[in-house]
């Protein structure tokens, strides 16, 4: 009983709780980093150094007058921002945050779920995300959003094509689909699948900026071309519900790199006896600070690159990063192969 | 009585999405509003709007005194104040035939450089950030800020300068401060290598410019381009090396060309002028001659009749005054402006037909207008 609901449940209260906590300060984060790279001081005012601003953002959100366009669709304008949130918060279920850890005597994976076949539920959950921008810019039933959310939708479906290739190249040396079983692969290993998997690591990069609806590709949302895209219309709680599930997938980007590409919580070198007092840390605190530094990398190229057009954006998926994940599964196999493993 | 059958029609058809691109836009970079008329995200058509921040200052100037109409010159280009004052005061003294001291010659060159800098710091700011680049326009803010601050020392604004005066300049420069604008200069070569280094070899800067609002010296002539987007596409015409103004024919100076007439082309010319300001400007303060700064000029100004246009080399393009003085009033009797912007942004539709709605924000940046300008 207790095993079956109670820890499943307060595991899920925590992460949701830990993911909502940490997307506010992401938003500083990134508000505050772009302010160096930019040579200015970023949210000052509120609280020392601004930390306390995500709060005063989210009471904000909370007041602002919840406007529906007239002629919108009214319920499907409704639902598409929690279409957009849940999948993207349900794709945390199968992430393992950490090892396990020993609380009141009982042993609790730090993954919500290990289910079995864990990567292809993230494919398939984040997946859906799509539809929900797709009907909020259609739903909103305005020039702006429309144009964004076409130019999303074909954007979100050719990124997917490519990041799920390179899913397929690690799965492949992993030889597991399961999250907890990628990263004791990599343990097995002795090496993080980065240097295993370099080719597909830089694929996943640029195809998770694209998914997120990042910059350099973040047309969805260019605002000085299609002014806020497809979440012009939308104001109050349910702009915040977008803009929430947009860090949410940013985060979701990076912990999935950090399990398949840096080891997950393992430290540097799992394998290596002279490193291995880096044990002593705990391996949540290894799985955070990987993560948090990929997203600062999601950062730091907001605040340096230009925005890819959209043609551009549609060759760079198909004609480049689609090809070139087909070739690293072929190569992956046949070293495989040769490899006789 | 079940209704007559009519013709079946098509379920599904297609048309074109014309939508609003202004005037509140965040591209637009003030009150321009172009219709675009688009095929998916393809541009059939343009259509631009003006007329949102017509302020009527050539009518105005038929009531005002010579000396204060250089405040409405301010007005024109605020981005490129002094540039405007410039055109003015040396169109007045053209019908007065008046000599104008050398120092002050020397200073108004000095001046219409740092206003060259000034303005193509806007622009590459915001013609970046139109593409997404958001830190190159923090960048460029940053150093535009210092030479508000020269303007500031010289004249006490920062924005609409009033800094000229028929036959000179109002007052001479604060002592230091041309040790100061030596010290900017070098500062501003450091800074255009730190822009060029964000986007002259950008992969995706180059994609989204290069082949982007092409047109060729020929056109560009017939539209009546001028400025950077003219040279861009490698015709030679620059009024500071043709028809020589203030002290520019004793400073050695190249005028860059493009080749292919695009957005990168428009970019790299702009940016060399940035050097070739700041070669200028040390030119102008290393050899700057003592005298006085304002020639004798009667307090009621009133030229002879008769009519004079005269042309400068603004940084947005060819500006020129048409100034028709009747002789006996101190008013002049016709002032029309030839502003830059305005005929620049007559190749807007040219440009961006056949593009991508992307490109659209791209080539209103590279054309780099200023509303105050082309509205008047």
């Not at chain 1, 539809?131 to 076409?150: D, E, T």
């Not at chain 1, 760079?316 to 046949?334: C, E, F, M, Q, S």
């Not at chain 2, 410039?86 to 008046?98: D, R």
């Not at chain 2, 000179?168 to 800074?191: H, N, T």
């Amino acid at each position: 009983m207790i095993d079956l609901i109670v820890i499943p449940l307060l595991q899920i209260v925590f992460v949701l709780t830990g993911v909502l906590i940490v997307v506010m300060y992401l938003v500083l984060l990134e508000r505050k980093i772009q302010a160096w790279v930019q040579v200015r001081f970023g949210p000052m005012r509120v609280g020392p150094h601004g930390i306390l601003q995500p709060v005063a953002d989210v009471l904000k959100l909370f007041v602002k007058e919840d406007i529906t366009p007239v002629k919108a669709d009214k319920w499907i304008y409704t639902a598409a921002p929690i279409i957009v949130l849940v999948p993207a918060l349900i794709a945390f279920a199968v992430i393992p945050f950490g090892s396990s850890v020993s609380l009141f005597g009982k042993k609790i994976s730090l993954a919500i779920a290990d289910v079995n076949v864990g990567l292809l539920y993230i494919v398939a959950v984040a997946s859906l995300g799509v539809y929900g921008i797709i009907l909020g810019g259609w739903s909103s039933n305005s020039k702006y959003p429309l144009l964004a959310s076409l130019r999303a939708s074909a954007q979100l479906v050719s990124y997917e094509v490519a990041v799920t290739l390179t899913f397929v190249s690690v799965i492949l040396s992993a030889g597991t689909l399961s999250m907890v079983g990628i990263v004791n692969a990599q343990y097995n290993s002795g090496v993080w699948f980065l240097f295993v998997q370099p080719v597909a690591f830089v694929i996943y990069m640029i195809g998770g900026l694209a998914e997120t609806n990042r910059s350099p590709f973040d047309l969805p949302e260019a605002e000085s071309e299609l002014v806020g895209g497809f979440h012009t219309e939308y104001s109050g709680m349910r702009f915040a519900l977008f803009f929430l599930a947009e860090y949410t997938n940013m985060i979701i980007v990076s912990s999935v790199a950090t399990t398949l590409f840096f080891g997950g919580w393992l430290p540097p070198f799992p394998n290596l006896k002279a490193l291995a007092f880096l044990y002593y840390v705990p391996s949540w605190i290894w799985f955070t600070l990987k993560t948090f530094l990929i997203l600062y990398l999601f950062l730091w190229i907001r605040a340096t690159l230009p925005r890819y057009r959209y043609d551009q954006l549609m060759r760079v998926g198909w004609k480049v990063l689609i090809p070139l994940a087909l070739a690293n599964i072929v190569v992956t196999g046949v070293v495989k192969v040769l490899l006789g493993r | 009585m079940p209704a007559e059958p009519t013709a079946p029609q098509p379920m599904f058809d297609t048309d074109e999405l014309v939508i609003n691109m202004g005037p509140q836009h965040p591209a637009t970079h003030g009150v321009l509003r172009v219709v675009l008329k688009l095929d998916g995200e393809k541009v059939i058509d343009a259509d631009v709007v003006i007329g949102y921040l017509h302020r009527g200052v050539e009518k105005l100037s038929e009531h005002r005194d010579y000396n204060q109409i250089v405040m409405l010159t301010d007005r024109l280009d605020y981005c490129a104040s002094a540039a405007a004052n410039l055109v003015y005061c040396e169109a007045v003294e053209k019908l007065l035939s008046l000599e104008v001291p050398r120092r002050a010659r020397y200073l108004r060159t000095v001046l219409a450089e740092l206003q060259r800098i000034a303005s193509h710091l806007v622009w590459v700011g915001s013609h970046a950030m139109d593409i997404g680049a958001v830190t190159v326009f923090l960048y460029a803010l940053r150093e535009r800020e210092l030479v508000l601050d020269l303007f500031e020392e010289f004249c006490g604004a920062r924005m609409t300068y009033n800094a000229m005066r028929v036959g000179g300049l109002p007052q001479d420069i604060p002592p230091g401060w041309d040790k100061r604008v030596l010290a900017f200069c070098a500062v501003m070569d450091e800074k255009i290598a730190e822009y060029e280094t964000l986007l002259t070899h950008n992969r995706i800067w180059l994609d989204r410019t290069r082949g982007v609002g092409v047109i060729s010296g020929r056109e560009a002539v017939a539209i009546g381009l001028s400025g950077p987007p003219l040279r861009a596409s490698g015709v030679r015409r620059d009024v500071r090396k043709d028809e020589p103004y203030a002290a520019y024919s004793e400073f050695e100076f190249d005028v860059p060309l493009g080749a292919n007439g695009d957005t990168y082309d428009r970019y790299l010319v702009r940016i060399e002028e940035f050097w070739q300001s700041t070669r200028i400007i040390r030119q102008a303060i290393e050899g700057l001659p003592e005298g006085p700064v304002l020639a004798k000029v009667p307090r009621m100004i009133k030229p002879p009749a008769g009519e004079t246009y005269h042309a400068n080399e603004s940084p947005k393009g060819e500006i020129g005054f048409f100034i028709v003085s009747d002789g006996t009033s101190t008013r002049p009797y016709r002032c029309r402006v030839r502003p830059p912007s305005f005929c620049n942004l007559q190749a807007l539709p040219r440009l961006v037909r056949g593009h991508l709605v992307a490109d659209v924000v791209a080539v209103i940046g590279t054309i780099d207008i200023v509303l105050g300008e082309v509205d008047r």
